[in-house]
Each structure stands twice: as C-alpha cells, then as structure tokens.
C-alpha cells in the first residue's frame, strides 16, 4: 500500500514539476486570471452602480449573484479552452517524445500513471479556482455574502474543472498528437455540454438526453442547489474517463 501511495506520489509530483516549468501554464494562468480579475472590476462597478435601485428591493440579488456567481461563470466559460490546451500532452506528449515507454520500463502501472498525472492537472486547476474565489472573498468584510450559495457555485465549478481534466486526460491518453487530443477534448466537452440544446429549444425539459447534459448539472450548483444526482453524475464521469484512459494505457503498454 505504501509503495503503492510513494509511486502514485512520484508520478503526481514529476507531472506538476512539468506544468510549473512549462511557459503554457504561466501564461494560461497570467491571460485567464487577468481577464476574470478585469470582468470582476466590470461586474462590481455594476453592483455598485445599482445599488439604489436594488435598495428598494429587499430580496432583490446581492453581491454574490451579481458578482460572485457570475464571476465563476467566467471561469467555466474560460475552462472550455484552458484545461484542453493543459491537458493535451500529459500522455501524448510523453507518447510522441518517446518516453511513455520509459515510465512501462520502469514498472508504473497504466493507472498509477493516469491517476498521478489527472492528479496534478486537476491541482492546477483548483488552485486556479481558488484565486479566482479570492477576488470575491477580498470583499467579504465589506460586503454580505450568500456563503451557501457561494459554496454550491464553487463546488459545482470544482465538480466541473475535475470533469473536464478527467476528459482531457482520457484524449491525451487516446490521440498520437497533442494538438489532436486537444481538439478532441474541446469537442466533448461541447458536445457534452449542448447535447440537450435540442430537446431545450423543443420546451422538452426532463429526459435522459437532459441528465446527459453536463450544463444540466453545472447550472442548478450555480444558483446554490445542490443535488446528490448532479454529483453523482460528475463522479460517474470522472471515472468513465479515467478508467478509460486506463484501458488504452494498459493495452500499450501489453502491446510493447
């Protein structure tokens, strides 16, 4: 079991060394956190410009649905790109370089090495929510915060970014070329993301193409309702993706 934990750990640690040394994550971070802390100075000039309209309406939206909430919306929007583009040579990469065999030949198991490498991705990105979440919070003394609803959206978008790396890690462990992994995650994750616009646009709004639906998910977290089916669905694809991942990997590796 140790062993197990010190090998998982190894690959985990080797694959964060490489976003923190690769110039893709840097300016991932600096452009994405640049332009959500410019939409967080536009979404607050326009509470603060409407407060006297909404002081008229006691149960009017506060500063956590006119700024908090939509603020992670941003970041969703903005993670459609960010984590295809982070994901894309966590295995093709190491697979077009010609060192995937290298970690074979060294004995790490086909999961361990999925798992270490989803691992250190989805820390980035939850370290990316966190700084986007600290725009809101610097207010907090401030400001009257909704902290459920807050701590739903926030869940929701940790839910989300997981499930998005879990996909990115299971096309690069698919593609022969980075930049094909990345055009196939962004794909999914669109796909996944519209499937019901169909059904929607047709006033259809219960169903089995609805629950696929990754938006069907995301949205009610966003407006602070948390359902055990919305999470469940996120773990189920979460690991859908990294078993499938683990699959690919495991026949390479057979196949030599």
């Known amino acids: 079991m140790s062993s197990t934990l010190s090998g998982l750990f190894a690959v985990t640690r080797l694959e964060w060394r490489r976003l923190l040394v690769r110039p893709l994550a840097w300016v991932l971070a600096a452009l994405t956190l640049a332009w959500l802390a410019w939409s967080f100075t536009l979404l607050l000039g326009g509470f603060l410009a409407g407060q006297i309209q909404r002081a008229a ?31 894309m040579s966590v295995i093709a990469g190491e697979r ?13 198991p086909a999961a361990r090495v999925v798992l270490g490498k989803y691992l250190a991705v ?20 401030a ?26 890690v299971a096309c690069s462990a698919f593609a022969s070329h980075p930049a094909i ?5 962004l794909i999914l994750t669109l796909v996944l993301w519209s499937v019901n616009l169909g059904a929607q646009m047709a006033g259809i709004n219960g169903g089995a193409i609805n629950w696929l639906a990754m938006s069907t998910h995301v949205q009610p977290l966003l407006r602070g309702l948390v359902s055990s089916d919305d999470v469940l669905w996120f ?13 690919r990997l495991h026949t390479e590796r057979e196949r030599g």
């Open 235 to 247: 773990v189920l694809l979460i690991l859908l993706a990294l078993a499938l991942a683990t699959r």
């Open 57 to 87: 309406m006691p149960d009017g939206p506060g500063f956590t649905d006119l700024v908090a909430v939509p603020l992670l919306g941003q970041l969703a929007q903005l993670a459609f790109l960010v984590v295809p583009l982070l994901t």
């Open 181 to 185: 992994a990345a055009a196939a995650t």
């Open 122 to 141: 989805l820390g980035w990105l939850l370290l990316w929510l966190a700084l986007t979440l600290a725009m809101p919070l610097a207010l907090a003394h």
């Open 96 to 108: 077009r370089s010609g060192t995937l065999p290298l970690l074979f030949a060294a004995g790490v």
């Open 143 to 168: 400001t009257h915060l909704d902290w459920g609803k807050l701590a739903a959206a926030a869940l929701g978008m940790a839910l989300m970014l997981a499930a998005l790396a879990a996909l990115g």
